[in-house]
């Protein structure tokens, strides 16, 4: 790769920024200073630095945000806050987008990614990855929408939904349930309750895949995935 696009990808400044800090000699490649933007280096084997500090070329970044209300999944919004907004420059350097989406008013697990094949494959249909919420629900959640939801109900446009697993943790007026399904339909968790009588008042999603949700995280906060998760994430997107 150019040395200029990788310091323009790894946030040392715009592509005029980055010439500049190579006129100025503040760059070396394996200790020699070079100055042209185009000299090719080779990331994995060769070092290069900037002022003397090693710059650590990655080229994917994997965040895990625990999305708060009223914030949009998507990187640009023109009325609303998104969850890109929320990143701090470091991270938003490397343009990650989140991989699919909660509704404005779900809180909980998004992952935000530039690794378009990682994304692609968890979205994929035909992966069938699954997600796990927890729910508040207005209504007495039953043992038969837990079996309803085991054989698949029909949605308010006539799709009949994958087998999922409804878990009740509390049943009354308002009942407290988790739920995990491997598909994603526009607004399914609420259009699933809403087929058998109920209605989600509030949603959280904990899981995606095998990954859970790291409760440390306030809403609104989010950390890198650890190299472990991000071998977990792959080898469990569902080949
Ligand atoms: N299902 C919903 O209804 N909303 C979400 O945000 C996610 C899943």
Redesign the pocket.
């Known amino acids: 790769m150019r040395v200029d696009k990788l310091l323009a990808n790894m946030g040392y400044g715009t592509r005029k920024e980055v010439k500049k800090l190579l006129k100025g000699g503040g760059v070396h490649l394996d200790g020699q200073p070079i100055k042209d933007g185009k000299v090719q280096v080779n990331t994995d084997e060769q070092e290069v630095t900037v002022h003397g500090e090693i710059v650590e070329y990655k080229p994917y970044v994997y965040l895990m945000m625990n999305k708060p209300k009223g914030v949009i999944s998507a990187t640009e919004d023109i009325e609303h806050h998104t969850v890109v907004d929320l990143l701090e420059l470091e991270d938003a350097v490397y343009n990650p987008f989140p991989v699919g989406?909660?509704?404005k008013d779900?809180v909980g697990f998004v992952l935000l990614t530039n690794d378009g094949k990682l994304s692609h494959e968890l979205l994929s249909p035909k992966k069938h990855v699954p997600k796990t919420?927890v729910a508040k629900v207005r209504g007495t959640v039953t043992a038969d929408d837990v079996s309803q939801f085991k054989e698949g109900v029909e949605l308010d446009d006539g799709y009949i939904t994958k087998p999922a697993e409804l878990i009740i943790h509390e049943a009354g007026e308002y009942s407290q349930i988790e739920l995990t399904i491997s598909e994603g339909k526009f607004?399914?968790?609420?259009?699933m309750f809403e087929a058998v009588g109920k209605k989600?008042v509030e949603?959280k999603?904990i899981s995606i895949g095998p990954l859970a949700l790291d409760e440390s995280l306030e809403e609104g906060e989010y950390r890198e995935l650890t190299d472990e998760e991000v071998d977990l994430l792959q080898a469990g997107r569902g080949e």
């Open positions: 989406r909660l509704d779900t919420y607004h399914q968790v609420k259009r989600v949603l999603r």
